[in-house]
């Protein structure tokens, strides 16, 4: 029997064997700075073709931890880790930890099989866009904002000036229409498992315990036990890491001695603001 197991490719045993593991933690969005961690295709894609490139590996299994963040990149991983699993013929297992909530949760509809901690969160099925205004502060500092336009809404949702409330209501418009592409994604991925309740597409969000009730995963556990349970005791978990610098990859085009006062001054805010922002992302699930 031992020597029928041997003669098998790797991928089909049952027991044995590595599988890679990515780890994708942060808030979903485009750019990033050596000093904050954030996701995006960018920085995922290296990671995830390294991770189905291993041939002999069974399964590919994502952690996720993210509150959310960008639609565009967070469907972005998406499609990469099904593009992936579908032409290296990869089954794709997550496991959530803290959370996957909105963006988060979008890129965990990429696995075959969700796999949640009962105090995990899960869900936040909607779309929501915040900011901060600050159409006074530039004057109290002895700034003064020129802004020159061709076309009449060019300018619109501008935080230094005051909210119009037809920049709220275009606004909406296109929170609806990228809300529909999120169901439609649900639908699509967890099809019958999805429990007949009217708040999953709400932008609630729920426990591990509550999301399998939902049909918004499929199980609960730790990612070590599952993999082990399910493809044997000897199974090892290797970790895949992305390309890294000791300082990280500097921001193209930006250069502080190309900035006047005005501007640092804006760009200062408009950092402080974007870093109080992925803030309130995290502490919106009491992270």
């Given at each position: 029997?031992?020597?029928?197991?041997?003669?098998l490719?790797?991928?089909?045993?049952?027991?044995?064997?590595?599988?890679?593991?990515?780890?994708?933690?942060?808030?979903?969005?485009?750019?990033?700075?050596?000093?904050?961690?954030?996701?995006?295709?960018?920085?995922?894609?290296?990671?995830?073709?390294?991770?189905f490139?291993?041939?002999?590996?069974?399964v590919?299994?994502?952690?996720?931890?993210?509150?959310?963040?960008?639609?565009?990149?967070?469907?972005?991983?998406?499609?990469?880790?099904?593009?992936?699993?579908?032409?290296?013929?990869k089954?794709?297992?997550?496991f959530?930890?803290?959370?996957?909530?909105?963006?988060?949760?979008?890129?965990?509809?990429?696995?075959?099989?969700?796999?949640?901690?009962?105090?995990?969160?899960?869900?936040?099925?909607g779309v929501?866009?915040?900011?901060?205004?600050?159409p006074?502060?530039?004057?109290k500092?002895?700034?003064?904002?020129?802004?020159?336009?061709?076309?009449?809404?060019?300018?619109?949702?501008?935080?230094?000036?005051?909210?119009?409330?037809?920049?709220?209501?275009?606004?909406k418009?296109?929170?609806l229409?990228?809300?529909?592409?999120?169901?439609?994604?649900?639908?699509?991925?967890?099809?019958?498992?999805?429990?007949?309740?009217?708040?999953?597409?709400s932008?609630?969000?729920?426990?591990?315990?509550?999301?399998?009730?939902?049909?918004?995963?499929?199980?609960?556990?730790?990612?070590?036990?599952?993999?082990?349970?399910?493809?044997?005791?000897?199974?090892?978990?290797?970790?895949?890491?992305?390309a890294?610098?000791?300082?990280?990859?500097?921001?193209?085009?930006?250069?502080?001695?190309?900035?006047?006062?005005?501007?640092?001054?804006?760009?200062?805010?408009?950092?402080?603001?974007?870093?109080?922002?992925?803030?309130?992302?995290?502490?919106?699930?009491?992270?």
């Amino acid at each position: 029997m031992s020597f029928l197991k041997r003669l098998l490719p790797k991928r089909f045993r049952k027991k044995g064997g590595t599988i890679p593991v990515v780890r994708l933690h942060g808030t979903i969005m485009a750019g990033g700075s050596q000093f904050k961690q954030t996701l995006n295709i960018a920085s995922v894609a290296p990671m995830l073709d390294k991770a189905f490139s291993k041939k002999d590996a069974p399964v590919v299994a994502i952690s996720i931890n993210s509150p959310g963040g960008s639609p565009v990149q967070s469907r972005l991983i998406f499609q990469r880790i099904r593009a992936l699993a579908e032409e290296k013929d990869k089954k794709v297992l997550i496991f959530v930890e803290d959370v996957a909530a909105s963006g988060g949760y979008m890129i965990a509809l990429a696995g075959d099989e969700i796999f949640a901690d009962p105090t995990s969160i899960v869900g936040s099925i909607g779309v929501v866009s915040g900011g901060f205004g600050f159409p006074e502060l530039l004057r109290k500092i002895g700034v003064e904002r020129r802004v020159y336009t061709a076309g009449e809404n060019k300018a619109i949702l501008d935080p230094f000036q005051p909210e119009k409330e037809g920049d709220i209501e275009y606004l909406k418009t296109l929170q609806l229409d990228i809300h529909k592409v999120f169901i439609d994604m649900v639908k699509l991925r967890r099809g019958s498992r999805l429990a007949e309740d009217a708040t999953i597409f709400s932008g609630l969000f729920w426990t591990g315990t509550r999301g399998l009730d939902l049909g918004l995963i499929d199980g609960l556990g730790d990612m070590r036990d599952v993999l082990k349970r399910r493809y044997g005791k000897e199974t090892k978990l290797e970790l895949i890491g992305g390309a890294r610098t000791l300082f990280g990859k500097r921001v193209p085009g930006v250069s502080l001695g190309s900035f006047n006062g005005g501007e640092i001054a804006a760009a200062a805010t408009a950092g402080l603001a974007e870093g109080l922002e992925e803030r309130a992302l995290w502490s919106r699930y009491g992270l």
